[in-house]
């Protein structure tokens, strides 16, 4: 039985598909994983990940790495918050988040996270993502008390990142950083949120 606690898979063309991947990835199998990267290529012409399939194992990672589209389509996304109640009642422990495409469904079970990573701009975001307007998405990320630093990139290579200076709260002040920590601007979490427009 493997000892893995990190894991990077690259897929490509034709396989594996999903349910070789849960079955790949199995729990029981890989009872010590704690960080997994996919990189899920050729994206548009795959089904994507059944997120409530891989639940078991994504619930108990801490770090989560998905490059590429990691679930079905905008019709998969509108059933999202029907299958949530169904997974079970246990948070997700993820601390370190570093996805593509965002949705804030799956955002509510993370209620752990320390690092939010994203593209910007959030071109494939769907609309129904952000219901609500400006609060509702502001309160959303704050019943995430342990968040300290989103990062919006444009590249994998160029990124925004906004570190969290004092405790959580919509007016609370947040310092922009760079790689090179060049200009530091500081937002507020409503100036951040409202980045996602």
């Given at each position: 039985?493997?000892?893995?606690?990190?894991?990077?898979?690259?897929?490509?063309?034709?396989?594996?598909?999903?349910?070789?991947?849960?079955?790949?990835?199995?729990?029981?199998?890989?009872?010590?994983?704690?960080?997994?990267?996919?990189?899920?290529?050729?994206?548009?012409?795959?089904?994507?990940?059944?997120?409530?399939?891989?639940?078991?194992?994504?619930?108990?990672?801490?770090?989560?790495?998905?490059?590429?589209?990691?679930?079905?389509?905008?019709?998969?996304?509108?059933?999202?918050?029907?299958?949530?109640?169904?997974?079970?009642?246990?948070?997700?422990?993820?601390?370190?988040?570093?996805v593509d495409w965002v949705h804030l469904v799956f955002l509510d079970k993370c209620l752990a996270l320390e690092h939010l990573s994203a593209v910007y701009p959030f071109s494939a975001l769907v609309e129904s993502d952000w219901s609500g307007g400006l609060q509702a998405r502001i309160s959303r990320i704050l019943q995430m008390s342990h968040l300290t630093?989103?990062?919006?990139?444009?590249?994998?290579?160029?990124?925004?990142?906004?570190?969290?200076?004092?405790?959580?709260?919509?007016?609370?002040?947040?310092?922009?950083?760079?790689?090179?920590?060049?200009?530091?601007?500081?937002?507020?979490?409503?100036?951040?949120?409202?980045?996602?427009?």
């Open positions: 039985m493997p000892n893995l606690t990190r894991l990077w898979l690259i897929i490509a063309g034709d396989g594996p598909t999903c349910e070789e991947l849960v079955s790949m990835l199995n729990p029981l199998n890989l009872l010590n994983l704690r960080a997994l990267v996919l990189d899920l290529l050729d994206t548009w012409t795959r089904p994507g990940l059944n997120i409530k399939r891989l639940y078991p194992i994504l619930s108990r990672l801490e770090e989560l790495e998905i490059h590429g589209v990691w679930f079905y389509g905008p019709g998969d996304l509108n059933q999202a918050d029907e299958l949530l109640p169904a997974w079970s009642g246990e948070p997700w422990r993820i601390k370190r988040l570093t630093t989103i990062t919006f990139r444009t590249s994998r290579y160029g990124r925004d990142e906004y570190r969290i200076q004092g405790p959580m709260g919509p007016d609370v002040v947040w310092e922009k950083t760079t790689l090179f920590g060049l200009g530091m601007p500081v937002l507020s979490l409503s100036e951040i949120v409202d980045l996602l427009d």
